[in-house]
């Protein structure tokens, strides 16, 4: 929000690049390149000082005279409504709209419009509950390959780690007998 300090500033500043065409350049071109601004902004800065004065050099609304395609008030009403009374979301509600009242408007233009008034989002009490479905999925771990990490899910014979698991894991019995050698181990019976 601008202060009044700051708008008298902007109004001054204007003022000093009118100025400064007529008392020391005496070019539009060259003072406009020193101050940074278009010519095309300090023709209009000139044309609202010479018609109204200080008070045209002061900062004006940005916002259109009138929104020829904005929603119908009416239609506003009804999405509120059934937002409010059956906790609908942005796409039941338009869906709801054209089925039924023979309006069509898209969800993000709902959404856009519940989120102005502050109703995009129910409060915790007012929003339906999520379905449990199914076991609870095991936990994924990322791992790091080739500068890019991957999701890793755990699959059979391996733990959530990506080793072999304790069961799964070959003894040394197992490893030396296809080669018809002798384990190291001396607790090891033959």
């Not at 936990?139 to 080739?146: D, K, L, P």
Request: hydrophobic residues 30%; contains cysteine.
């Amino acid at each position: 929000m601008m202060t009044e300090r700051d708008l008298s500033r902007r109004v001054r500043h204007r003022l000093a690049v009118l100025r400064h065409v007529e008392e020391v350049s005496g070019s539009v071109a060259a003072t406009c390149r020193f101050y940074g601004i278009s010519r095309q902004c300090y023709c209009i800065w000139l044309r609202r000082y010479e018609a109204e004065g200080l008070e045209g050099l002061k900062d004006r609304s940005s916002a259109p005279h009138h929104t020829p395609h904005a929603t119908q008030a009416d239609v506003v009403e009804k999405i509120l409504w059934l937002r409010q009374q059956y906790h609908f979301g942005p796409s039941k509600i338009a869906m709801h709209l054209e089925r039924h009242h023979d309006v069509k408007v898209s969800s993000s233009g709902v959404w856009r419009i519940l989120k102005k008034v502050g109703l995009n989002r129910l409060p915790a009490s007012q929003r339906p509950p999520t379905p449990i479905s199914g076991p609870t999925r095991k936990v994924q771990r990322y791992h790091r390959a080739r500068n890019r990490w991957r999701l890793r899910r755990p699959t059979a014979g391996r733990s959530a780690r990506g080793t072999e698991s304790a069961r799964s894991a070959p003894t040394a019995r197992q490893t030396t007998a296809h080669l018809g050698q002798r384990s190291d181990d001396p607790n090891e019976t033959a």
